[in-house]
Nanobody
């Protein structure tokens, strides 16, 4: 079965940078979408960034201009480069993979904590 392992979170000062990674294993379809979501305490989970297997991207408003999503299809890995971090970016960040056509399959990582604080 498909498994996602996301990592790279930690404590960073405002204005700093972090790079999150997510490695997918198992039966990964050649056509899929990989995303990063985040959830802050007391808030709903929100989309941060999305990338398709052919490289098309889109970003949530909070990420535009500061975050960059990328992927290595050969390694089934997706990255999220986060720059100019703000305290409001503090959240648990989750990797997500969606694949399938007639039946859509969704898979989630366990999450990695990002804490932006002085």
């Amino acid at each position: 079965h498909v498994q996602l392992v996301d990592f790279g979170g930690g404590l960073v000062q405002p204005g700093g940078s972090l790079r999150l990674s997510c490695v997918a294993s198992g039966p990964i379809a050649s056509s899929n979408t990989m995303d990063w979501y985040r959830q802050a305490p007391g808030k709903e989970r929100e989309l941060v960034a999305r990338i398709t297997s052919d490289g098309r991207t889109n970003y949530g408003d909070s990420a535009k201009g500061r975050f960059t999503i990328s992927r290595d299809n050969a390694e089934n890995t997706v990255y999220l480069q986060m720059n100019s971090l703000k305290p409001d970016d503090t959240a648990v960040y989750y990797c997500h993979l969606q694949q399938g056509s007639l039946i859509i399959y969704d898979y989630w990582g366990h999450g990695t904590q990002v804490l932006v604080s002085a």
